[in-house]
């Protein structure tokens, strides 16, 4: 058995969505990235790579590279089971914790998880999703972004 954690930041900017998890949530603001700006599966794609000792997100897609532009990190979290699939390992479970002040997440964490799940091949209670406040504190407390932790087990 392997345990990985990963971390991921992403600001805001003008917009009126955002990716987390691979689902769209309305907001009245957007992601600044390069990509998607799911933070969420970043760390998720963070964890599981660090689990396989395979490096990091950025090494594997970095956003230097043009066809990364605005990609679905779905696609990304996909590429990375492929290449846990390639040294023999898989996701035994996925935790991840989403600190944001707004919007409100509870309501979309169920399709979260069915995402993750499908993206990983996994069983949907095998991946849990929450969100937690900074109680107004730093950064995500004055909502100028959202963070993630993902933790990992891999077999």
Known sequence: MRIGHGYDVHAFCEGDSIRLCGVTIAHNRGFKAHSDGDVALH??????????????IGRHFPDTDAKYQNIDSRLLLREVK????????????????????????APHTGAM????????????????VKATTS???????REEGIAAHAVVTLV
Not at 135 to 141: A, H, K, S, V
């Open 113 to 128: 998880c069915e995402a993750i799940a499908s993206d990983l091949s996994i069983a949907v209670n095998r991946v849990n």
């Open 135 to 141: 109680e107004w504190l730093g950064f995500t407390g």
């Open 43 to 56: 760390a998720l794609c963070d964890a599981l790579l660090g689990a396989a000792a395979l490096g990091d």
């Open 82 to 105: 492929q290449l846990l699939h390639n040294d023999g390992l898989v996701c035994n479970n996925a935790d991840i914790t989403i600190v944001a002040q707004a919007p409100k997440l």
